[in-house]
């Protein structure tokens, strides 16, 4: 039997977590691109013991430090939200999805928090190597936040590692090596990780444009961007090489997302893949997905319609078939708990095998129309598009400015200078349309094929979703605002830098 779920208090709930969500990704890849950046500057101040580097570390570390504070800020608040308006989603897997959480607060929060006390209060007060040290382990501890972060939204995607326990209504951890490592999780952290140390190098070459176009602080500005654009073609290459597995993987165990980042509704044997409008490389999506030159990928309506032929020879299921046996494990699983309730061991064996061969559709039972397993494909398409041609705008940049770094004529091109500024706020757009890519490229799932989102939310008023959203909007919109305007201050006030002045 199908629950009745206010679709409103659906939409307002997902509404609210991604709200939190965009918000929040504004501020965790600058944290662990330009934490790197800030350990490789005072890495080279160290083995040179010049003091111009550390004039340059600490004006890079007061930026960091104001975006690290507001990012703590929503992901605590972005942590709550799944307890308070997905609280069925917390009851029914919290034994797997809490524990990487777990892991991270109690592991890695904790060890960037003792850290940067040192990094940023102890240069006069510990030696350079131990400072450094404290730095580094700063960058780091905020690298194992994101790779236990990312571990939990990996499992969201690609669920492994447990059982469903019928007796506890719960999914239990049996393997806790296959959530923390799994392929999925592996991909997504070196992909998002590396794509936060281009926003990084972005942050820092763009500024260092700002800086360099002004005239001022010529000095710095060059120093910095050196590093960051280094840094950035190092970054990208990580990108592409992650990017490429990660296609693969999402082919293979999201094929519905794959197929809606090409607005791919008839697979093939030859797939093209689509640049804008009718505009297409042939055979290009097959090879990206599959590393052949030749082998099926289906599109929304083979995928819908079933009937095809699997990697490991079965036949695909339609989503009518896939709905028809969740269904039908949902009503094992009621005979299950009948059953169980009535001492009736022998039926309760029974209907729990049944319920086993029927699980892997569990989610599938809470679907109503076969049309809801379709994503936004639109804004999927898109935001796929945008991330793409963002990327491919910053590598272009990054090889321009490191020619024109070595021919030494950066000032004799101010427009490449001025393209430099406005990728910062560009970079940002192409992080928040790769998670856009992410999370709404498996709707309507909030774990895939296991349990969807109708299922998920908690029984709530949907007024108080509503004013809950508007609260948050207003208070992280005045928590942006805030950050831009101390952090272009910052900028305009420049580095304490002894004998540098306008030119």
């Not at 500005?221 to 190092?234: E, Y």
């Not at 919109?477 to 831009?484: F, G, Q, R, V, Y």
């Amino acid at each position: 039997m199908l629950l009745s779920i206010d679709a409103s208090l659906i939409d307002w709930s997902r509404a609210q977590f991604a709200l939190t969500a965009i918000y929040h990704w504004l501020f965790v890849p600058l944290t662990l691109g330009l934490g790197v950046i800030i350990g490789i500057m005072e890495t080279i101040y160290v083995l040179k013991g010049d003091e111009f580097w550390r004039r340059v570390v600490k004006f890079w570390m007061k930026l960091f430090g104001i975006n690290f504070a507001i990012g703590v800020a929503t992901g605590l608040i972005l942590e709550f939200e799944f307890g308070t308006n997905w609280s069925n989603y917390s009851w029914i897997v919290g034994d797997i999805f809490g524990a990487p959480l777990a892991i991270e607060g109690i592991v890695a929060f904790f060890m960037e928090a003792t850290f940067i006390a040192i990094m940023f209060f102890g240069w006069e007060k510990v030696s350079r190597n131990f400072h450094l040290a404290s730095t580094w382990l700063t960058v780091i501890g905020a690298t194992i936040s994101a790779w236990w972060i990312l571990v939990a939204n990996a499992w969201m995607q690609h669920p492994v590692g447990m059982e469903f326990n019928p007796e506890t209504v719960r999914n239990e951890m049996v393997s806790f090596a296959a959530v923390a490592f799994s392929p999925t999780a592996v991909v997504k952290f070196f992909h998002t990780v590396s794509s936060g140390w281009i926003t990084g190098s972005v942050f820092v070459v763009g500024v260092s444009c700002w800086f360099l176009l002004r005239r001022r602080e010529v000095k710095f500005a060059k120093a910095s961007m050196a590093v960051g654009t280094a840094f950035g073609l190092a970054a990208c290459f990580f990108v592409m090489v992650s990017g490429d597995s990660s296609g693969i993987n999402v082919a293979k165990e999201q094929p519905m997302k794959l197929a809606s980042f090409e607005g791919l509704y008839d697979g093939s044997e030859h797939a093209p893949f689509t640049i804008v409008g009718p505009l297409k490389i042939p055979n290009m999506l097959t090879f990206l997905a599959t590393h052949k030159h030749t082998a099926f990928v289906p599109g929304i309506n083979d995928l819908l319609n079933g009937g095809y032929k699997l990697a490991d020879g079965s036949t695909a299921l339609s989503a009518e078939q896939k709905m028809f046996r969740g269904r039908r494990a949902m009503t094992s699983f009621a005979a299950f708990r009948q059953a169980n309730k009535q001492g009736n061991m022998a039926l309760a064996a029974v209907a729990e095998k049944n319920l086993q061969n029927d699980m892997p559709y569990f989610g599938y039972g809470r679907i109503q129309q076969r049309a809801e397993l379709v994503p936004p494909v639109n804004l999927v398409f898109w935001s796929f598009r945008v991330m793409i041609g963002l990327g491919m705008l910053f590598v272009l940049l990054f090889l321009v400015l490191t020619y024109l770094q070595m021919k030494r004529k950066l000032n004799d091109y101010p427009i490449i200078l001025y393209i430099g500024v406005w990728c910062i706020p560009l970079v940002y757009i192409c992080s928040e349309a790769g998670w856009i890519c992410a999370e709404v490229g498996r709707q309507p799932w909030a774990i895939q094929d296991l349990l969807p989102v109708n299922a998920a939310v908690s029984s709530l008023q949907t007024s108080s979703v509503q004013l809950t959203f508007f609260i948050f909007l207003a208070v992280f919109t005045l928590l942006l605002i805030a950050e831009i305007r101390i952090m272009c201050r910052a900028i305009q006030k420049g580095p304490e830098m002894s004998g540098e002045t306008k030119i």
